[in-house]
């Protein structure tokens, strides 16, 4: 029996986020092109294709894979900021398509979004103070006369000075705004946070620190995470389980152990083999080797074939089934065929 299919026959009790076979298909084709010729002619670019996971309360679940692997459309079609061109996505058993109406208030509460580059997303033009509060006053969670006193609590909550509320985001250093769009995200009470490279813009030193503030505040407040990073150092400090994605699939999805210990999945191995050793085991480095295919004109069968040593012909001609192996669901022959 498939992996996705054995998940659905056991639904599990403290899943927070499901997604069940989402893709998420973008038409790239020149848009003078769209108006002379038929749809099958048009080019489509299967960003996300077929995924599927859970999330579960109070976890962190990484996401990892080369660049273009479809790791930020996972993002925003979780959050509801793309529409899924197939597939479901429920959010305490409720389908994320709520979140466009009206009722879908309370749902947009609870999950919130961090991206890279928070000086992107804070707005220059305004105090910290009115930054942080403006959640607040969108949802009408509180009266006027008591939000000065939740930023306040808000700023010192993530590690920043009271005081500073009055300050513009430009004065704040890269670490700091970071915190700014955490306590923002937190602003509603946000349960789910989806980082999208939320540490990678800064200093290595300052990402320890704000990796640091982020698992506290998941023990404090009882958040659940979808973190999604290129780095597996982080990741390895971060995650509970990790996914692995290529070409926009899920290719092995485990538990943090299992993918640092015993990874399974050829591309996962490779990715694993080309970072410092993280146990210092005294492992040399193997560079990931080749180039990720045109994902316009992806590879037939499994799609990581070109790049892997250990494809048959079946591997060439026929695309891989996700099974459990223990507590690791890979999609991949070799493996099921215990060649590797
Ligand atoms: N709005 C869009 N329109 C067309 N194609 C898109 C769009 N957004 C993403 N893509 C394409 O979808 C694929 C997945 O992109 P995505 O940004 O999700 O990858 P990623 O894993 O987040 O990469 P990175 O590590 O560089 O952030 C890429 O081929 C990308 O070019
Ligand atoms: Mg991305």
Redesign the pocket.
């Known amino acids: 029996m498939s992996a996705v299919l054995k998940e659905n026959a056991q639904p599990q009790a403290d899943v927070v986020l499901s997604a069940k076979n989402i893709a998420k298909v973008?038409d790239?084709s020149a848009p003078w092109l769209n108006r002379v010729i038929e749809r099958k002619g048009r080019s489509l670019?299967r960003?996300v294709d077929g995924v599927s996971f859970d999330i579960r309360r109070g976890e962190t679940l990484a996401l990892v894979?080369e660049?273009?692997?479809?790791?930020?459309?996972v993002a925003r079609l979780l959050v509801g900021l793309y529409d899924t061109s197939q597939g479901s996505i429920t959010f305490e058993g409720q389908d994320i398509g709520v979140l466009k109406t009206a009722a879908g208030r309370k749902l947009r509460q609870k999950m919130q979004m961090i991206f890279q580059d928070p000086y992107a997303s804070l707005n220059p033009r305004w105090r910290v103070l009115d930054i942080i509060a403006e959640p607040i006053r969108e949802h009408k969670l509180l009266p006027e006369s008591q939000i000065a006193d939740r930023v306040a609590e808000l700023l010192k909550h993530v590690g920043l000075n009271p005081a500073d509320g009055v300050k513009y985001p430009h004065q704040f250093s890269g670490g700091q705004r970071q915190r700014l769009s955490i306590a923002r995200a937190l602003a509603t009470k946000a349960e789910f946070l989806v980082c999208d490279?939320p540490t990678s813009a800064l200093d290595v030193s300052v990402q320890a620190q704000v990796l640091n503030l982020m698992k506290d505040l998941q023990r404090e407040d009882g958040l659940t995470y979808l973190f999604?990073s290129?780095n597996l150092q982080v990741v390895h400090h971060v995650a509970d389980r990790v996914g692995v994605?290529y070409l926009?699939k899920l290719v092995e999805l485990a538990p943090k152990r299992e993918i640092f210990d015993t990874p399974r999945h050829p591309y996962t191995r490779m990715l694993l083999d080309a970072i410092p050793d993280i146990k210092m085991t005294g492992k040399a480095r193997t560079p990931v080797a080749g180039e990720v295919p045109n994902?316009l004109n992806p590879p037939s069968g499994c799609t990581f074939h070109p790049r892997c040593p250990h494809a048959n012909e079946r591997c060439k001609t026929e695309a891989p089934q996700s099974k459990f192996y223990g507590a690791s669901i890979v999609a991949c022959h070799a493996v099921e065929e215990g060649r590797i």
Not at 67 to 73: D, E, L, Q, R, V
């Open positions: 973008f790239v670019l960003a894979g660049s273009g692997c479809g790791k930020s459309t490279e999604i290129h994605m926009g994902p």
